[in-house]
């Protein structure tokens, strides 16, 4: 499809240089992360983009006051620039940012939630993931996949590719084409694969990995779109790869890293077995140089209080992945002693082993984890008083944070993106409460009624919301999703 920019699909567009005019301006509920326990709801609010695609200002307004608006467009400089005035029931959000999927398990997403983890790779995963050595079969299936990422209104998406360069090369692209902020992972595996799906050895896949990582730089992208260096996990990976990958993400100037870590119990005794020297799992990825502070580890259910520490020292943050975990039955992951540890943590759909692509589902999920691993521990304690200061559960102010911000500081993207702090790129959503049919119809996701304050709206659109309800995905103020679903061609 033709290159196509319309003036109503951008509204700034992200550059370096000095601020720049605001472009537009919109008034109305804006809500969004100023730390893991403050969450910040203007209702009504105004929040200025710059023609360069960045947040230029944003300010609680005071209801009822027309004057105020005025005040605030004058202060700032904003009185030519095109009013965006949001309908009621609806709200402007940051970007979600999904910091654990797999673009080539898009195609089974829903399917094979019966098996554990490792019978779950042999049967559904290493099958479809073998068949992205053909080029033409990634350019068939990439676009679903982060279009649907894009449309659940993910902003910005860790993604693993497969084994192979090629199809890896398809995925960037298709990111960049799209507008998706993407981190994107050729697959390095040199054993424990499936059948044909294994590369033949350490030094061919550092070959491969470099090899990929010359056609990634040569594709000039900038850093909206980036490589990140993906071992898939110790049970796939020797020690010989593990070393020799961590040594390829510093020499080439501190790359990211992604892998798994502790999701299944089978799995981390695999990982004790082929690693003995190795003082944990998460040992294993330290001893190899894998830990860094822009290293993004998946799962991290089966973790003890000094794995912890380890990722704290190290700067390693979590991608949490509540619905993979419920999905292949893995196990709970315990977020809060995460964060008591002081480690980032983010939020991860982690597709197909998570049967949905929303980070909006990732939230919910994480808050009933949360509460399950509050009564588990409750039901453990000894006496009463240990019982009631077993567990405090994830918040709603928490989970949000996890979705956006605390996932922008595990990516350590955080100064260009998470929230909407004056300086970063305008990645943000539209939400429309009403979405979904006319109020009579039974039709919507959610209901909004007269008794419903902004705060209660927000409530709404994460407990029972669904991708219909976002109207408008813009990534570094480019209309990547259009108002009624459609997708804006870039
Ligand atoms: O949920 C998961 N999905 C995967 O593809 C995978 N590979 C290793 N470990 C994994 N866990």
């Not at 779950?120 to 050595?133: I, S, V």
């Not at 981190?183 to 470099?210: H, P, Q, W």
């Amino acid at each position: 499809m033709a290159s196509k920019t319309t003036v109503s699909s951008v509204v700034g567009s992200a550059s370096a240089d000095a601020p720049s005019a605001i472009a537009t301006v919109f008034v109305g509920t804006i809500v969004h992360s100023l730390s893991l326990s403050e969450l910040e709801i203007l209702a009504p609010g105004v929040l200025g983009v710059s023609a360069d695609g960045r947040i230029a200002f944003v300010e609680r307004l005071e209801a009822g006051k027309p004057d105020d608006l005025a005040a605030a467009l004058t202060r700032h400089n904003a009185s030519s620039a095109q009013i965006r005035r949001l309908p009621a029931h609806t709200l402007l959000l940051p970007g979600l940012i999904d910091t654990h999927v797999h673009a080539p398990q898009y195609v089974f997403t829903g399917t094979g939630y019966t098996l554990p983890l490792l019978s779950w790779l042999a049967k559904y995963t290493f099958p479809q993931e073998k068949k992205f050595a053909s080029r033409a079969h990634a350019q068939e299936m990439y676009p679903r996949a982060v279009r649907r990422s894009l449309r659940c209104g993910t902003t910005t998406a860790a993604w693993y590719g497969t084994l192979h360069v090629d199809a890896t090369d398809v995925l960037a692209r298709t990111c960049v084409k799209t507008g998706q902020r993407a981190f994107v992972g050729k697959v390095c595996m040199d054993r424990n694969g499936g059948e044909g799906y294994v590369e033949e050895s350490a030094a061919k896949s550092l070959i491969d990995t470099n090899k990929w990582l010359d056609d990634f730089e040569a594709l000039k992208c900038g850093d909206r779109v980036r490589p990140i260096v993906t071992p898939r996990f110790a049970v796939s990976c020797t020690g010989e790869l593990l070393s020799g990958l961590g040594d390829l993400a510093r020499e080439r100037g501190g790359l990211h890293i992604q892998t798994h870590l502790a999701e299944n119990r089978a799995e981390c005794a695999f990982v004790k077995e082929l690693f003995p020297a190795s003082e944990s799992y998460a040992g294993v990825y330290r001893d190899h140089g894998l830990l860094t502070p822009r290293t993004v580890l998946a799962h991290c259910v089966h973790l003890s209080d000094a794995d912890r520490t380890m990722l704290h020292e190290t700067g390693a943050g979590v991608s949490h992945c509540p619905v993979s975990n419920f999905g292949l039955d893995s196990g709970v992951c315990d977020v809060r002693a995460l964060l008591e540890a002081g480690c980032k943590v983010g939020l991860g759909s982690d597709v197909a082993g998570g049967w949905s692509m929303s980070i909006v589902e990732a939230m919910r999920s994480a808050i009933v984890a949360s509460r399950v691993v509050g009564h588990v521990k409750h039901a453990a304690a000894t006496d009463a008083h240990a019982a009631k200061n077993a567990h405090v559960a994830l918040s709603l102010a928490e989970t949000f944070y996890l979705a956006t911000l605390g996932g922008a500081k595990l990516l350590d993207i955080d100064s260009t993106t998470g929230n909407f702090a004056p300086g970063k790129e305008f990645d943000a959503l539209v939400v429309n409460l009403d979405a979904g049919g006319s109020e009579d119809s039974g039709a919507r996701p959610v209901d909004i009624f007269d008794h419903d304050d902004a705060a209660e709206m927000f409530e709404k659109f994460v407990f029972i919301s669904d991708d219909r309800n976002i109207s408008e995905v813009y990534v570094a103020g480019r209309r990547v999703v259009g108002p009624s679903g459609e997708r804006v061609d870039v």
